[in-house]
């Protein structure tokens, strides 16, 4: 069996968030049961040298309407992931974010169209709203689409002028198939036209049906339900690993957890804390209302008064930023440091005693099976992949601490229990202990979606 998978981008060459966590993780579970190729835009900041991409001569026209565009395939030396250039697509300084998304993407998506066919691809796997259009062009073909929707918020809404430049027939443009409130919907496309719909958390299939999770398209959804799976993610344990991570203070495993005591005390002494028998707990993220960021920000008062320290690492609105800057500045056991920096935030993991993950909305996460390989408990809102991938009960994995309630005042008792557990220290190792075993890996995943492809196909 032959699949091509598209995403726009794919770790470790780009990435914006959990997209392309997913995009180089999945395919390499893959690889094991199936023909796969990934497939994604070579764009202009991706360091050709340092990953081997050198032009192929490899140069296709692809024509649009009344227009023909160029572009060209490019496959590393040492990886079977496979690079598409176009100038328009490829020549910015970001993923996302530009006027002519709307025209990038759609010719990405012709493109990943075109190259399925070129390899007579059993199956194509799209990745959210930046491919999603490919099952609109291979719906007349024998080729079989899947597509995931990682995040419903995200669906790329465009003036329907672009279908004209991406030579769609206006026949499309209704409310069976593109059209969304006067815009076009490439996502809603894609939910369309593909033959399998899946998202990356059972709870969250479930959840985009209703009104308060389904941006609109819950009504649509449900009309294609038939078609929708949740499968839910794991990460990259072979990168996620504690024990040969290069970017900690200190190594450790699950057979020597005690170890992961030098990372907190080497991070504690970088902060200047010098109670360093207080346990750590740290959010890593975007500063949205997605991640609970408005319900942690109303916690920050109480959490002051608390014997801990409260790392959040991340970056957002401007608004947003300051105000837990002016927060961290007022509190001296609040500690908001903007960005993202990869090794950084392993240091965090490894260091930290709790990690708080309290998410109005989840579509999957990855931080929560991050934090869990490298020993720090998860403390969760039930919503999405965190309500799947969480749990209290003693055998279930993960193990960690879940709160009911979106609002401040749960997530505060939740942090309270966090410091009792905290304090019988034996049962607190055992917990760690008990998560750093736990499978977080791709193979659960890439086993469900193998079946999936199967079922395509047979």
């Known amino acids: 069996m032959k699949v091509l998978f598209a995403s726009s981008e794919m770790y470790p060459y780009s990435k914006s968030g959990g997209l ?41 026209m692809l024509k649009m309407g009344s227009k023909t565009y160029r572009y060209e395939l490019i496959q590393a030396k040492e990886s079977d992931t496979l690079f598409v250039y176009n100038d328009i697509l490829c020549e910015t300084e970001a993923l996302y974010g530009y006027d002519n998304d709307g025209l990038r993407f759609g010719l990405f998506s012709r493109m990943v169209a075109e190259i399925a066919k070129k390899i007579q691809a059993d199956i194509v796997h799209l990745n959210d709203w930046h491919t999603a259009l490919a099952a609109l062009f291979l719906k007349a073909e024998s080729i079989k689409t899947v597509l995931t929707i990682h995040n419903l918020a995200y669906q790329g809404l465009f003036d329907k002028k672009v279908l004209k430049k991406l030579a769609i027939d206006k026949k499309y443009f209704t409310m069976e198939s593109l059209e969304f409130y ?76 005690g170890k992961k005591a030098a990372n907190k005390k080497a991070y504690y002494k970088n902060l200047g804390v010098k109670e360093r028998k207080k346990p750590l707990f740290i959010f890593i993220g975007r500063l949205v209302e997605q991640k609970g960021i408005s319900v942690i920000a109303a916690s920050l008062k109480d959490l002051s008064a608390e014997p801990l320290e409260f790392v959040m690492l991340g970056e957002g609105e401007a608004e947003t930023e300051k105000k837990l800057s002016e927060l961290s500045e007022k509190y001296g056991n609040i500690h908001y440091l903007k960005g993202y920096d990869e090794a950084l935030s392993r240091q965090l993991y490894a260091a930290a005693d709790f990690l708080l993950m309290p998410s109005l909305f989840e579509p999957c996460g990855l931080n929560q099976m991050i934090a869990a390989r490298y020993g720090a408990v998860p403390i969760v809102h039930a919503t999405g992949g965190l309500k799947d991938s969480v749990f209290e009960e003693k055998k279930k994995c993960i193990r960690g601490i879940v709160f009911e309630s979106y609002s401040n005042k749960s997530c505060l008792h939740a942090v309270r229990r966090a410091l009792a557990l905290y304090g019988d220290e034996k049962a607190c190792l055992k917990i760690a202990e008990f998560d750093m075993q736990c499978d977080v890996s791709f ?6 979606y193998m079946k999936l492809y199967k079922e395509m196909t047979a």
């Open 20 to 60: 392309g966590d997913v995009a180089h993780s999945l395919p390499l579970a893959l690889r094991e049961v199936c023909d796969i190729t990934p497939v994604t835009p070579l764009y202009r900041f991706i360091d050709r040298k340092k990953f081997g991409l050198h032009s192929s001569g490899r140069v296709y």
């Open 182 to 257: 006067g815009k076009a919907n490439f996502l809603k496309a894609g939910i369309a036209y593909s033959d399998r719909i899946t998202t990356v958390s059972p709870s969250y299939a479930k959840e985009i049906l209703t009104v308060r999770f389904g941006c609109g398209l819950d009504g649509f959804l449900t009309k294609h339900r038939r078609k929708l799976t949740g499968i839910l993610n794991g990460i990259d344990t072979v990168c996620f690993d504690p024990e040969h991570d290069r970017a900690l203070y200190a190594n450790f495993s699950a057979n020597h957890v």
């Open 443 to 448: 193979r659960k995943s890439a086993k469900a």
